[in-house]
C-alpha cells in the first residue's frame, strides 16, 4: 500500500500499549487522516503479551487486517524482547521504538539479526518523573511519533493536549504530567 504507514506495538496487558495505539489514531485523524488502531485480541489478561496496531494515511484505507510487515515496532516492555520476535516482517528501512535504560547498540543483540534503525527510550524514568507512577504509554506514543514522523510535532502536541483536557477535565495536574511527559519523550528517545 502506498501511503500508508504502518506501526505494530508490543506490551503486556495493562502498560497502556492497546491505549496509546486508539490514541495514536484518534489524534491523526483529528489532524485529517485517514486511520487505524486496533489490538489483537486472544486471552489477553494483566501482564501477559498483546498486540495493537496502526495504519495511517492521507489517503483511504482498503485493508482490513493485522499488520505483519509494520514500518516501525514499539516495545513497550523490553522483557518481551526474549518473548516475543518483535522484530518479524519489520522493514530494513522502517525503525524499532525499545522502552528501555539501555543503549540501541545493546538492544540490538536482541533483535534476531535486525539490520535497520534501533532507538531506545526510558518511559519509566519519563514517566515517574512526570507522572509520579509507571504509566509509559504516554512516553512510548511520542517516542514513535517523534520516530516515526506521522504528523508534526507541535500538531501532535496540540492535539494531544485537547485530548487530555477532555480525559482529565477535573485534573488539570493530569493533564501537564502527561503534557511535560510527551515533552521529554521527544527530547531523549536516541
Same mark, same amino acid.
Given at each position: 500500500?502506498?501511503?500508508?504507514?504502518?506501526?505494530?506495538?508490543?506490551?503486556?496487558?495493562?502498560?497502556?500499549?492497546?491505549?496509546a495505539?486508539?490514541?495514536?489514531a484518534?489524534?491523526?485523524f483529528?489532524?485529517?487522516?485517514?486511520?487505524?488502531?486496533?489490538?489483537?485480541?486472544?486471552?489477553?489478561?494483566?501482564?501477559?503479551?498483546?498486540?495493537?496496531?496502526?495504519?495511517?494515511?492521507?489517503?483511504?484505507? %482498503?485493508?482490513?487486517?493485522n499488520?505483519?510487515?509494520?514500518?516501525?515496532? *514499539?516495545? $513497550?516492555?523490553?522483557?518481551?524482547? =526474549?518473548? &516475543?520476535d518483535?522484530?518479524?516482517?519489520?522493514?530494513?528501512?522502517?525503525?524499532?521504538?525499545?522502552?528501555?535504560?539501555?543503549?540501541?547498540?545493546e538492544?540490538?543483540q536482541?533483535?534476531?539479526?535486525?539490520?535497520?534503525?534501533?532507538?531506545?527510550?526510558?518511559?519509566?524514568?519519563?514517566?515517574?518523573?512526570?507522572?509520579? %507512577?509507571?504509566?509509559?504509554n504516554?512516553?512510548?506514543?511520542?517516542?514513535? *511519533?517523534? $520516530?516515526?514522523?506521522?504528523?508534526? =510535532?507541535? &500538531?501532535?502536541?496540540?492535539?494531544?493536549r485537547?485530548s487530555?483536557?477532555?480525559?482529565?477535565?477535573?485534573?488539570?495536574?493530569?493533564?501537564?504530567?502527561?503534557?511535560?511527559?510527551?515533552?521529554?519523550?521527544?527530547?531523549?528517545?536516541?
Amino acid at each position: 500500500m502506498d501511503n500508508v504507514v504502518e506501526i505494530r506495538w508490543h506490551g503486556r496487558g495493562g502498560q497502556g500499549a492497546k491505549t496509546a495505539a486508539l490514541l495514536l489514531a484518534d489524534v491523526a485523524f483529528k489532524t485529517g487522516k485517514f486511520v487505524q488502531g486496533f489490538p489483537e485480541y486472544g486471552p489477553e489478561r494483566m501482564g501477559a503479551p498483546i498486540t495493537a496496531y496502526n495504519r495511517i494515511s492521507e489517503n483511504e484505507i %482498503r485493508v482490513h487486517s493485522n499488520i505483519y510487515h509494520p514500518d516501525f515496532v *514499539v516495545v $513497550v516492555d523490553e522483557g518481551l524482547l =526474549e518473548v &516475543v520476535d518483535v522484530t518479524d516482517g519489520l522493514s530494513e528501512d522502517g525503525a524499532i521504538v525499545v522502552n528501555t535504560k539501555k543503549s540501541a547498540d545493546e538492544i540490538k543483540q536482541h533483535l534476531n539479526g535486525y539490520s535497520g534503525k534501533v532507538y531506545t527510550i526510558d518511559a519509566r524514568k519519563i514517566s515517574k518523573q512526570c507522572l509520579g %507512577r509507571y504509566f509509559p504509554n504516554t512516553p512510548m506514543l511520542a517516542a514513535i *511519533v517523534k $520516530v516515526s514522523r506521522v504528523m508534526e =510535532e507541535e &500538531v501532535f502536541f496540540t492535539e494531544m493536549r485537547t485530548s487530555f483536557q477532555h480525559k482529565f477535565s477535573s485534573k488539570p495536574e493530569v493533564i501537564e504530567g502527561n503534557m511535560n511527559a510527551l515533552k521529554m519523550a521527544f527530547e531523549e528517545v536516541h
